[in-house]
């Protein structure tokens, strides 16, 4: 049950901090790029799908857990599956963003519009780099999400790599890389080290590539996640490249040229703070999107009409669940209390004893 509940809020609290990052390259990227949105009904749409389906998802968490039928695993990964759509769109309207940006400034052709965007930029390049990362994380989402071939990347070393890519990368790269505009904006102050700032988004880049490559790799062959010294000697391991120790020494590098980024990142925001020097303040204006509000639907405004539907959702995929432990708790313990005689003998040790306590550890997990 506290499992149950806890991924019911664990899922959601994935967005306070996707969202976010998700507003800083709606907002941000274009402006950066060259001006504007692409598409402010798309948007929108991108924003209540979130609305409905954030919270019905959680049990793609628990796909290896006892006490849920599969039916309602299946419920959250169609749920999921669906809640893969607001990053696909959002992927589509910033690059689309991006694109109209760079033809503006005299980009052409079918790819070379990519060499026309603001690369010298740290926040651009930061943000662009993150959301890259974000799109190799959503295809590893969908693996997780899969109910059965969760079954081989569940609790390995793949699931802390999907982590750093999603969490640990397109949000926290994209909040430094915001920070690099945002600060000198708050404080007046101009950046300190802007072609080092540029350097430390690419070092937390490569340094991600490296670590989450070999946490993927190593999932894949079954290493663990949370697992400091898993003894790998004594067997012999076969895998499609590479060896465990190359693995180690990939996560290794990786994470010294995370935490040297880290390093950097957090003495170039210190300094800025007490420069002297002063940057012109941005008009705080956002440029409007090529496709406007007045495109949009109205429904696409109703609040109260997504939010009813996100909460029957909510209690379509949750309610059964629930009531599913409930009851397989009441079976147990009126089977725990059928178990014949020990209790009056006092006996320890007693089959019926083993048998409770056994009972007991299942009641428990389900509590
Ligand atoms: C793109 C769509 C995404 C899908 C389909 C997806 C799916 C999943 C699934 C099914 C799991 C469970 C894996 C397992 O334990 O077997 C998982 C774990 C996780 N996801 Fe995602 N995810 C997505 C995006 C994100 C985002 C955007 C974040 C963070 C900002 C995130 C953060 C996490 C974290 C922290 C875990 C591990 C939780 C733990 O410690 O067990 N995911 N994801
Ligand atoms: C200097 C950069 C970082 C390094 C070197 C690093 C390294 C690691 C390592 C080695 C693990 C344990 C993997 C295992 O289960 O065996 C881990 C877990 C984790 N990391 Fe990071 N990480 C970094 C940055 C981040 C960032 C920026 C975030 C999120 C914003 C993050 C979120 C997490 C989470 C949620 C876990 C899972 C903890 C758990 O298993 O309960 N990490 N990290
Ligand atoms: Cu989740």
Redesign the pocket.
């Known amino acids: 049950m506290q499992l149950l509940l806890f991924w019911y809020s664990?899922?959601p609290i994935?967005?306070f901090?996707?969202l976010p990052?998700y507003l800083l390259w709606y907002i941000l990227l274009p402006k950066l790029a060259g001006e504007r949105l692409f598409s402010d009904p798309l948007a929108r749409v991108v924003f209540i799908l979130f609305v409905l389906l954030s919270t019905p998802?959680g049990i793609?968490?628990q796909?290896?857990d006892p006490g849920i039928s599969e039916g309602f695993k299946f419920i959250a990964m169609t749920n999921?599956?669906f809640?893969?759509l607001p990053?696909l769109l959002t992927a589509f309207t910033v690059v689309a963003s991006m694109e109209h940006g760079a033809r503006q400034r005299g980009g052409e052709g079918y790819f070379s519009w990519l060499t026309a965007l603001p690369w010298r930029d740290p926040a651009f390049t930061g943000m662009a780099l993150a959301g890259l990362v974000?799109a190799f994380?959503?295809f590893?989402?969908?693996v997780?999400?899969?109910m059965n071939i969760?079954y081989l990347?569940?609790?390995s070393l793949?699931?802390?790599g999907?982590?750093h890519t999603?969490?640990g990368t397109?949000?926290a790269l994209t909040f430094m890389a915001g920070s690099y505009w945002l600060v000198p904006q708050l404080t007046g102050n101009r950046l300190v080290g802007r072609r080092i700032a540029l350097v430390q988004v690419v070092l937390w880049f490569v340094g991600i590539v490296f670590m989450t490559n070999s946490m993927y790799r190593g999932g894949l062959i079954g290493m663990p996640?949370r697992t400091a010294e898993p003894e790998y000697q004594g067997f012999d391991y076969e895998i499609a490249a590479g060896s465990i120790g190359e693995l180690n020494a990939q996560l290794a590098i990786g994470g010294v040229l995370l935490f040297v980024s880290t390093v950097v990142f957090l003495a170039i925001v210190f300094l800025t703070l007490f420069n002297a020097d002063s940057e012109p303040v941005d008009d705080g204006t956002i440029p409007p999107p090529l496709s406007g509000p007045d495109d949009s639907p109205r429904v696409l405004d109703n609040l109260k009409l997504w939010v009813a539907i996100a909460l029957a959702l909510i209690v379509f995929a949750y309610a059964f669940p629930l009531r599913e432990h409930r009851l397989e708790r009441r079976a147990l313990r009126s089977r725990y209390r059928s178990v014949p005689g020990d209790r009056r003998s006092g006996a320890r040790g007693s089959a019926g004893d083993r048998c409770r306590q056994r009972y007991g550890a299942v009641a428990r997990s389900l509590e």
């Open positions: 664990g899922h994935v967005y901090w996707l990052a998802v793609h968490h796909y290896l999921t599956m809640l893969l990053s974000f994380g959503g590893t989402g969908i997780n999400a899969g969760n990347v569940h609790n793949w699931v802390p999907h982590i999603q969490v397109a949000v996640r």
